[in-house]
């Protein structure tokens, strides 16, 4: 869940949380310095990395089905394969939960991040498998991006597929805070 709190678990569906707790980890682990407690921290939190990391794989994979990955994908899937689902993502969807980019790159990050930090502690499984789901992963923001642009006719880069909309923030974040401006077509 995006929260929970004396009330409970919130219902509202946000996907960037996941992404976002591999990557805190991995900071943590990469400025706390080679001291024991932050190592032994660290190690003790690698399950939940991996947990996290299997669940935006499970995400994932329910926009890579045959009716997202097919060449007669219906215009309503066009550009959501292999994204992270429909979500408020940063409160900023709330009218319509939408694939926003916000999520994936969260997810990518998190991905690279739980990669780094399994090969650090010895779980090559996990690090093969989040290496190839980021690698993945970037590959459908690219694509899913291009054709967003081209579709909606839209000069800038789109905050979710759904809306074609102006995200500076997101975008800014996604280029900014997590390196990943290779995804954004250069004229946009």
């Known amino acids: 869940p995006c929260c ?5 678990v919130d219902w509202l569906v946000e996907h960037d949380s996941h992404g976002q707790w ?7 682990a990469r400025f706390g310095g080679d001291s024991a407690p932050v190592k032994m921290l660290v ?16 995400l994932r994979a329910s926009r890579l089905t045959d009716a997202y990955v097919s060449a007669d994908a219906t215009p309503e899937l066009v550009g959501r394969r292999g994204l992270i689902p429909e979500s408020v993502s940063h409160e900023g969807y709330l009218a319509q939960p939408v694939h926003s980019y ?4 969260w997810a990518l990050k998190g991905l690279e991040d739980g990669a780094q930090l399994c090969r650090d502690f010895g779980e ?14 970037r590959k459908c923001i690219r694509e899913s991006i291009a054709q967003v642009i081209e579709t ?5 880069v789109p ?18 805070q997590l390196g990943e401006k290779e995804c954004f077509p250069a004229e946009a």
């Open 4 to 8: 929970v709190d004396r009330e409970g």
């Open 22 to 28: 591999m990557h805190a980890v991995a900071e943590y």
């Open 43 to 58: 190690k003790n939190l690698l399950p939940s990395v991996i947990r996290a990391g299997q669940y935006v794989m499970a």
């Open 102 to 105: 916000w999520d994936s790159f």
């Open 124 to 137: 090559r499984h996990w690090a093969e498998q989040f290496t190839q789901q980021a690698v993945h992963l």
């Open 152 to 156: 909606r006719a839209i000069p800038h």
């Open 159 to 176: 905050g979710s597929v759904e809306w074609a909309d102006a995200d500076p923030t997101a975008s800014a974040c996604a280029v900014g």
